[in-house]
């Protein structure tokens, strides 16, 4: 596929909900993710980003709506199938190959972009490609010296960046990134914020996030999520002045977010 | 590096000295030795499964059985039928029956997953115990072993005890070296990563489903190859070989001897028939047979090595190895 251009719509969601019994964990949203730009969600805990999250990387099914990724309906694809159309994701929760190293880790997310890996009999360590790509995504994160070191080894933070680095080894367009700071220390979190900004270049990213710093940093557009539903979508300078999202999450307290 | 070289001397040193078994030892021992070495050859199939993919099959028993019916089904009564045929039917039946079970059971995973592969393969006990189809409780004798001729050319004859051993040596062999191959290939990353972490895998883009089946299935293939060399050394099949108590018997064989390890369960394999050979000709002593209660003893030492060994028999050897020449990899 070609490259897309900057300011295209790669991802795509219209009144996509998801219940869980009675409880509507995601409610009716509809949200954009643009080549070239950061689309950041907010919203308090419980206010349905990573159930958001789940449905577009196709880890939970919809229960109403409809998907697109660069133009083609993805609803109701499976996580694998949506994965190699081009859309990464990381976890909030670390979800990585614990005993496994971070190069190794990496080099499985890259694996996966061989046409298949049906292949018997020839040693893995012959290809070559999915090496080079999980040295680049550890680069990426600022990890290479770590690279060796099983992950059981690796500080919280660290594992953190090798969530990211296998998102990143999968060589994705779209990028849905759950909480990428979480955990990390303030040096790290300097470095991924810039590894954003340097990423969305030739990126479309969708941010989750609660470090409010860093979302009106590297944020395009911001959408508020209350209770399953969007609250509010603008650019950042917009849901700053909004008295809705003030008072429904930014606190009534001014400062909010410390 | 010199460890992985030296695993492969002491390997090869292995192999030679099995090799020799049959031009020194008795024909008793010989058989013994043919017999573990099956059993090593379907120990390792199910470690395939158990050890790298993380599917802990209790079912395994099926493909191994049936690949013993398969070779006494279609043999002639009373003459020999070509290896060269009854072999690729007998592998292909047990791998076609566990793409048909594997579609169905892969589709469940933890505890269920053990539930259904048990549940098949009692299912398939029981087709074979109760109905007439091939001799019901009795089984089927294989009076012929197969023929190995081609054109008129006769490399081996497996009515001899040597040829039947060195020919099961060599399988065995085989086995070991396609399984590792297989691991070190794209494919073994594959089952590994999906072990580790399944959920993962697939939001790195890979359909395990597939991935999972295809173990599924070269695994039963595996255990058909070595119920079907089952069926030619006994003589006879019958629906013990289909049974839990024989998939249970295997699975021990992979734990003991170290799962994950693939040599660990082969050691399992012969480390657990000789002592049941060793226990069973424990003298009477007080009025008590002790031989006659192995099965107490065999107990013992098995939950003493689950207790004492989380890596298994293999585990002694390898602890060995690393603290002797390991140091240095820090």
């Known amino acids: 596929m070609a490259e897309p251009a900057a300011g295209e719509v790669l991802l795509r969601a219209r009144g996509v909900a998801r219940h869980f019994g009675g409880l509507a964990a995601v409610n009716d949203v509809s949200i954009e993710c643009r080549m070239g730009e950061v689309q950041a969600v907010i919203g308090p805990n419980g206010a349905g980003k990573t159930t958001l999250i789940n449905l577009l990387s196709g880890d939970l099914p919809l229960s109403s709506g409809r998907i697109e990724l660069r133009g083609r309906d993805i609803t109701g694809l499976a996580s694998h199938q949506i994965s190699r159309l081009g859309l990464g994701r990381s976890y909030q929760k670390t979800n990585v190959f614990l005993s496994l190293t971070a190069f190794e880790n990496c080099r499985l997310a890259a694996q996966s ?12 360590l ?21 690279a060796g070191a099983p992950l059981a080894a690796l500080s919280h933070g660290e594992r953190r960046q090798v969530e990211i680095a296998m998102t990143l080894a999968t060589d994705p367009k779209v990028l849905l990134l759950d909480e990428p700071l979480a955990g990390m220390g303030a040096e790290e979190s300097a470095r991924i914020v810039e590894l954003l900004q340097k990423l969305v270049r030739d990126h479309a990213i969708l941010l989750v996030e609660h470090d409010m710093d860093a979302v009106f940093t590297v944020a395009n ?36 977010q410390g | 590096m010199g460890s992985r070289k030296l695993r492969i ?20 021992y010989v058989q013994l030795f043919t017999k573990m070495l099956i059993m090593g050859i379907f120990a390792m199939s199910l470690d395939l499964l158990i050890g790298y993919a993380g599917l802990v099959s209790f079912g395994h028993a099926a493909y191994f059985g049936v690949a013993g019916y398969v070779l006494a089904l279609i043999s002639p009564q009373y003459a020999a039928a070509s290896l060269w045929t009854t072999l690729p039917v007998a592998m292909g039946v047990s791998a076609l029956l566990a793409l048909v079970i594997g579609a169905l059971v892969l589709r469940t995973s933890g505890i269920y997953f053990i539930m259904v592969t048990l549940a098949f393969s009692q299912m398939l006990f029981y087709l074979f115990h109760d109905t007439k189809i091939a001799g019901g409780t009795d089984g089927i004798y ?10 008129g050319w006769k490399p ?19 086995v070991f070296v396609l399984l590792r191959t297989m691991l070190g290939s794209l494919f073994g990353r594959v089952i590994e990563g999906i072990r580790i972490n399944e959920h993962r895998m697939r939001s790195l883009g890979y359909p395990t489903f ?22 030619i050394q006994f003589g006879f099949v019958n629906p013990d070989m289909l049974g839990w108590h024989v998939s249970g018997l295997v699975m021990m064989m992979v734990i003991l001897g170290g799962m994950g390890t693939l040599i660990g369960p082969a050691v399992g394999a012969m480390a657990m028939m000789l002592l049941e050979l060793a226990l069973q ?15 107490l003893f065999m107990g013992s030492f098995i939950v003493l090595v689950a207790l004492l060994l989380p890596y298994g028999l293999i585990g002694l050897l390898r602890a060995r190895g690393q603290a002797g020449g390991g140091n240095g990899h820090g």
């Open chain 2, 156 to 174: 081996f004859d497996l009515e001899n005890v040597a040829h039947l051993y060195l020919v099961v040596l060599a399988l065995f062999a085989g």
């Open chain 1, 113 to 124: 972009r061989l046409a298949s890996s049906m292949r018997f009999f020839r040693p893995a």
């Open chain 1, 221 to 256: 557009v911001l959408t508020v999520m209350v209770n399953g539903s969007v609250l509010e979508s603008g650019p950042p300078k917009q849901i700053r002045a909004s008295r809705a999202v003030q008072e429904a999450y930014l606190g009534t307290d001014d400062g909010g």
């Open chain 2, 281 to 295: 000709s424990l003298p009477e002593f007080g009025g008590v047979n002790f031989g006659k209660h192995w099965q």
């Open chain 1, 126 to 146: 012959r290809y070559r490609a999915p090496a080079e790509a999980a040295e680049r995504a550890l680069a990426e994160v600022g990890l290479e010296a770590r």
């Open chain 2, 9 to 28: 001397v002491v390997m090869l040193a292995c192999l030679a000295a099995l090799a020799l078994l049959p031009f020194v030892a008795e024909k008793f």
């Open chain 2, 210 to 231: 597939r991935y999972k089946l295809a173990c599924f299935v070269i695994s039963g293939a595996l255990a058909g190859l070595a119920g079907y060399l089952a069926a």
């Open chain 2, 142 to 151: 294989v009076y012929v072993r197969p023929a190995a001729d081609i054109l």
